[in-house]
């Protein structure tokens, strides 16, 4: 049974330190949401509350038409998957797979047969009798995949799984778990504090802040659309301009900033207000010598890429970090000039900052 996940205006403590204030989420039925975030931003504390390891000071946790608020965390049948895999050393890859359907109640004969089916479907019929310490670490994280996902459980959580392997691996993991939940079709939560692998996996991602949901959106919205200056930051946008909107100019948005006017084209832009933030990737503020509209700078250090060059950049609108053609270096002191490039760049409300 494919159910959602309803998150209504929760807060915890630890003592008397809030780690979530008035947090609402709600994750639908085979939605794969991640959240994402920082040490401390409150994203593992999340995940405790709905397994029933922590319970809220207020607010209410749903699954479907069940409230889990109180309810201990052995009778939520919830599915979860570690960072640290959590296998038992002393019982093989096909008992590990089975141990949650033993204490279950689940004939021996049952049970064998579905761990079993569990163990071909990540990819480890052939090492059903060994132990987890001839494993390597991808294959134990399958094994506890196969755990969670054999119970067929109305909710999977993931808490950092991928933490402990290596980047290659790291990679087919998340291939594989997003491969079985779709295949599932099992409501999940994941928790992350790897954008990338976030972004990869997820139908939706909240990016979360001291204990709030920043903003809860597709990954291409995240990216290209941030509401706001910390999520902006977050996403890679490493450059904000405080700009004010001046007059228009046919199907150009005119603005000066740092004494500069800029030309920004309203097919890409709808200005949230008067005064405004301009946030820009690296790649969103190209660096040239040729006189023209933009914003007027002071190279610093410069960095090669590979694909372009990299500049520090002096600025009337304060530092800022921009790329240039890899034709055309320019050297550590010159006067440049750094053109927006509309689709590395967004705008933000100006309070947002």
Not at 212 to 240: C, H, K, W
């Amino acid at each position: 049974m494919t159910v959602s996940l309803t998150l209504e205006n929760i807060t915890a403590h630890y003592g008397k330190t809030m780690v979530l204030e008035d947090l609402n989420l709600h994750v639908g039925e085979g939605e794969l949401v991640s959240l994402l975030g920082s040490s401390g931003c409150g994203k593992t504390t999340t995940l405790r509350l709905v397994a029933g390891f922590l319970e809220p000071t207020a607010g209410h946790i749903r699954l479907g038409d069940r409230d889990l608020t109180r309810l201990p965390s052995h009778a939520r049948d919830i599915g979860l998957v570690f960072q640290t895999y959590a296998l038992f050393p002393h019982l093989s890859v096909k008992d590990n797979v089975a141990f949650g359907l033993k204490q279950r109640g689940i004939a021996t004969a049952e049970r064998n047969k579905r761990a079993m089916d569990m163990v071909e479907r990540v990819g480890l019929s052939g090492f059903a009798d060994r132990y987890p310490a001839n494993l390597s670490g991808g294959q134990r994280q399958r094994v506890a995949l196969a755990r969670a996902l054999v119970i067929d459980p109305p909710l999977l959580m993931f808490d950092e799984p991928l933490s402990n392997l290596d980047a290659k691996l790291r990679v087919e993991m998340r291939v594989e778990i997003r491969r079985l939940q779709q295949a599932n079709g099992t409501t999940a939560l994941y928790v992350t504090h790897d954008q990338e692998e976030a972004f990869s996996i997820s139908d939706r991602v909240a990016i979360m802040n001291k204990g709030r949901i920043m903003q809860l959106d597709t990954p291409e919205v995240l990216y290209s659309r941030p509401a706001n200056a910390f999520v902006a930051d977050f996403v890679g946008f490493e450059n904000v301009i405080e700009a004010v909107a001046t007059g228009e100019d046919g199907d150009m948005i005119l603005a000066e900033a740092g004494g500069a006017l800029l030309k920004l084209p309203k097919s890409h832009f709808e200005l949230p207000g008067k005064e405004f933030l301009l946030a820009a990737r690296a790649d969103g503020l190209t660096v040239t010598a040729a006189p023209g509209e933009g914003l007027p700078a002071t190279l610093g250090l410069r960095t090669y890429l590979g694909r372009a060059y990299q500049y520090v950049c002096e600025t009337q609108a304060g530092t800022l970090t921009a790329n240039g053609p890899l034709g055309a270096p320019l050297e550590t002191g010159a006067n440049a000039v750094l053109i927006p490039q509309p689709e590395q760049c967004c705008v933000l409300p100006r309070e947002a900052l």
